[in-house]
C-alpha cells in the first residue's frame, strides 16, 4: 500500500507527505515507511525540511534533513544538513541491539552549462556517534546531471 498527499497552501510552498506499508519484504519483513517534507521558494532562494521514519520487523529509524539552495544566473549553491538514528539487531546475538547516530554537512556548488547539463561539486561530512566515539568520514564528488 502506497499512499501520497500534497498540498500548496500558500504560493511558493509545497507540503507533501508519503506512507508505505509492505506486508512481506524481502529483506526486513514488514515495513512500514513515512516520508514528510516541506518546500519554500522566496526570490532565488529555495529551502526545504523533510523526515522520515522506518519501522520493520529487523530495524527501526528516523531522520531529518534541511536543506538551502540560493540560485544566481547559472549559479547555485546548496547546503545540507541531515540526521538519522537507526537501530538494528546486531548479526552476533551477544551484543545486543545496534544503535547508530549519523549527521552529514554538504556543501554542494553547481553550474548549469546548458538547458540540459549540470555541473555540481559535492564536499560531505559525516559524523557517525557509535557508542562513545565519534568516526568522521569526509568525501568529494563530481556529478554532470544530463536531461532530456
Known sequence: V?????????????IKAFY??????????EVDLINAWASYVMGGFTFAIEANSHDSDVA??????FMV??????WGL????????????NPDPTK???????????????????DNLLLVAEVRVDVDSAG?????TNSAALEALITW
Not at 78 to 87: A, F, K, S, V
Open 2 to 14: 502506497e499512499t501520497m498527499f500534497a498540498i500548496r497552501p500558500i504560493e511558493n510552498l509545497t
Open 20 to 29: 508505505t506499508h509492505d506486508d512481506d519484504d524481502p529483506k526486513y519483513g
Open 60 to 65: 527501526e529509524a528516523t531522520g531529518g534533513l
Open 69 to 74: 539552495n540560493y540560485g544566481w544566473e547559472k
Open 78 to 89: 546548496t547546503g545540507r544538513y541531515h540526521t538519522y538514528d537507526l537501530e538494528y539487531e
Open 96 to 114: 545486543g541491539l545496534v544503535d547508530q547516530e549519523i549527521e552529514a554537512f554538504t556543501l554542494s556548488p553547481s553550474y548549469a552549462v546548458s
Open 132 to 136: 562513545d566515539d565519534d568516526i568522521e
